[in-house]
């Protein structure tokens, strides 16, 4: 199968690469640094020239109010060069609980692109994944100075991005869903309980604050950010990941 993946040389996409090639397939990786360009379109039409699946899993530039135009011009424009070429199956990576955070800018924007591809002219496939393990660090860095870390008590279920690759991959290969799927880690942790594990973990002698105002998480209420039923549970435990040094 030939299978398109833009944004295919960033965090997920490049991982997705090698885990389709080494599965057989032929797979284009298409980004900015290949010299394709979603907001132009420039370079599009030749990277999604004969793919059957075309796997979207780039990221706006910024998680402010631009977002949602980053989303909406790029979404489209993919659409349009994929139904020109014939693509059969357009899969996107999204997040877990996203339509339901409505005051986050950047959650806004990825509804708006899951709408779009709903919308849209070919048959699709919806991955939402939880947090990011590798994303922790930085989530910590947002509110955090020389003393202390300042987060929020928000229950999240976070996931390595290698165990998102792999529900990639199969969701990619296999027939469309028209719907969409969860994928998340095995173990729900409140977001403050997360900061601990890390620090303790990184030999880091800064202390946890519970800060119900803190980061952009704060303003998650309740279990949104926590897979539903039929959720695609991955293997990998966030102590484990860590026991094992990974950053």
Do not use: C
Not at 36 to 57: H, I, P, S, Y
């Amino acid at each position: 199968m030939k299978i398109t993946v833009i944004g295919g040389t960033g965090l997920i996409g490049s991982q997705l690469v090698t885990r389709l090639r080494e599965g057989g397939h032929t797979v284009v990786p298409a980004s900015l640094s290949t010299g394709v360009d979603l907001l132009t379109g420039e370079g599009l039409d030749a990277a999604v020239e004969g793919a059957e699946t075309v796997v979207n899993v780039t990221n706006s530039p910024t998680f402010d109010a631009a977002s949602p135009d980053f989303f909406r011009t790029s979404m489209g424009r993919l659409l349009t060069a994929g139904e020109r070429a014939g693509v059969r199956h357009q899969v996107i990576l999204s997040i877990v609980g996203v339509d339901q955070v409505p005051q986050l800018d950047y959650y806004r924007a990825k509804t708006l692109q899951e709408e779009l591809l709903r919308n849209g002219p070919t048959a699709y496939s919806i991955v939402r994944a939880t947090q990011f393990f590798e994303f922790m660090d930085a989530v910590m860095s947002w509110t955090s100075d020389e003393q202390t870390v300042r987060l929020p008590g928000t229950r999240v279920q976070p996931i390595a991005t290698a165990d998102v690759v792999a529900a990639l991959a199969d969701v990619a290969t296999a027939e469309p869903l028209d719907g969409t799927v969860d994928v998340a880690g095995p173990d729900v942790f409140p977001l403050d309980e997360i900061g601990r594990l890390t620090l303790a973990a990184r030999q880091d002698r800064r202390a946890v604050v519970t800060d119900g105002e803190a980061g952009m998480f704060a303003a998650v209420d309740g279990d949104v950010l926590i897979a539903g039923p039929g959720a695609r549970i991955a293997p990998t435990s966030y102590k484990e990941w860590l026991a094992a040094g990974s950053r």
